[in-house]
């Protein structure tokens, strides 16, 4: 991969964090991390899987 496509997966993976840290922040204004806590985990799964992956692109792309 080049350090563009690098880039370009840190810049898609960033607006997935930022989309679901603000469904996260929806679902504790609104009582509902308690209500829905099956899908309130798979938020988190989601954010975490995507900070990892970020994590890695970077790594990779200041390796290159």
Known sequence: MTVDDHQQFIDELQAVIDDTQ???????ATGMETEMLED???????????????????LAMLDA
């Open 22 to 28: 603000h469904t996260l922040e929806r679902f504790e």
């Open 40 to 58: 309130y985990d798979t938020l988190l799964v989601i954010l975490d899987d995507a900070v990892n992956q970020q994590r890695a692109h970077t």
